[in-house]
């Protein structure tokens, strides 16, 4: 009896392990993250001019609901049609060096859905932060950039905060897009699995 008990108890133990790892690993941000080392705190670099191209759009999907009462008296939503675009048309758009000091600049932006603030606004940050406005087509472009590592954010729609995570390369245009998501947990590096 004692080992049948013992036995189950070894296994459960495995499995709590197992789950507990699974978890953690779900929590790890990307592991194609190409942000640059922590001790990298000068950001001078992002001001030289280079041959590196950032082409890119931003847009959201939205979708009309429709409500009908359930059996208990309350609603029940659903989505009608299929919906429609938003995109980052009129709305500013910021590149800013990957450096310790734009990380929780990026990081609050994401978690509190806005792009200015107290929250965000940096002094130290602001000589290094590139602006673009969105076009009416959702589309925008930086030109002439050095090589590095870059966020790029933007609103799409009103408070809707995106961001994206680039590289740039000596003479290659890169082009990204930026998607909406949930705002939390609190950073936008998480996998979508989270949520």
């Known amino acids: 009896m004692r080992s049948f008990f013992y036995g189950n108890y070894t296994v459960m133990n495995k499995c709590i392990f197992i789950i507990l790892g699974l978890f953690l690993a779900a929590c790890h941000p990307y592991p194609d993250s190409i942000r640059a080392p ?11 001019e280079g041959t590196a191209t950032i082409t890119g759009s931003a847009s959201k999907r939205v979708f ?12 029940i939503q659903y989505a009608v049609g299929k919906g429609h675009e938003l995109t980052c048309a009129g709305y500013d758009v910021q590149l800013l060096p990957q450096s310790p000091a734009s990380d929780p600049v990026v990081d609050n932006m994401f978690r509190y859905n806005t792009m200015t603030g107290p929250k965000v606004d940096s002094a130290a940050l602001a000589p290094f ?25 933007t609103e799409i729609g009103a408070m ?15 082009s990204v897009i930026l998607q909406h998501r949930w705002n939390y947990p609190p950073s936008w590096r998480h996998g979508p699995s989270l949520w």
């Open 38 to 48: 922590a001790s990298a705190q000068d950001m001078s670099w992002s001001t030289k």
């Open 64 to 75: 009309d609901h429709q409500s009908v009462p359930n059996l208990h008296g309350g609603l």
């Open 129 to 153: 932060v590139r602006h673009a406005t969105c076009g009416a087509d959702g589309e925008f472009a930086f030109s002439r950039l050095p090589a590095g590592v870059w966020y790029a954010v």
């Open 160 to 174: 809707n905060i995106a961001v994206k995570e680039i590289r740039t390369q000596p003479d290659q245009t890169t």
